[in-house]
């Protein structure tokens, strides 16, 4: 699940007012509406779940919305609705590789926990996710023509995939 801060939790960042431990106080620090809540678990030290749970209980976070829209499958029968899936499963293992293989060229080693988080992601949107967080340290550690070239490839492999191409 991908989180963002709330207003509450914005003005939590300054007040600290709730007390949070150092972990929850942590992942409402870094939270930006793209990370998902395993990579946050995954990279930050000493956090759980719980401080996940804790900051929702407090409203100091909430669910992201969905980064893109779900087909309604409304008045299409089992078959369609099962090969638009297999379809979608392909075009995401598809998708999936170019986005490991631009980790892998531009981060290297750097990229290892990015290349993990592909391989759980289960749907496109956590892949697209990936992939905007992926182009933002391809920019930040090897500059604006690496971030380009990225950009160009995922781009180009995600107008190949759509549907009806």
């Given at each position: 699940m991908i989180w963002t801060r709330t207003p509450a939790g914005q003005a939590e960042l300054k007040t600290h007012a709730?007390?949070?431990?150092?972990?929850?106080?942590?992942?409402?620090?870094?939270?930006?509406?793209?990370k998902t809540e395993e990579m946050l678990l995954a990279n930050l030290v000493g956090v759980t779940r719980d401080d996940f749970r804790t900051l929702a209980h407090l409203g100091l976070i909430a669910p992201a919305a969905p980064a893109a829209a779900v087909a309604s499958t409304v008045?299409?029968?089992?078959?369609?609705?099962?090969?638009?899936?297999?379809?979608?499963?392909?075009?995401?293992?598809q998708f999936a590789a170019v986005?490991?293989?631009?980790?892998?060229?531009?981060?290297?080693?750097a990229g290892f926990r990015l290349l993990a988080a592909c391989e759980k992601a289960t749907t496109t949107a956590e892949l697209h996710d990936l992939a905007r967080i992926a182009i933002g340290l391809i920019q930040e550690r090897k500059g604006s023509t690496a971030a380009e070239d990225a950009r160009g490839r995922l781009g180009a492999q995600s107008r190949n995939s759509a549907p009806g191409s």
């Open positions: 709730a007390g949070l431990r150092a972990a929850a106080q942590n992942v409402l620090m870094v939270l930006d509406g793209m008045g299409g029968n089992a078959q369609t609705a099962s090969t638009r899936a297999s379809a979608a499963t392909r075009v995401d293992g986005l490991a293989n631009v980790v892998t060229t531009h981060l290297g080693l």
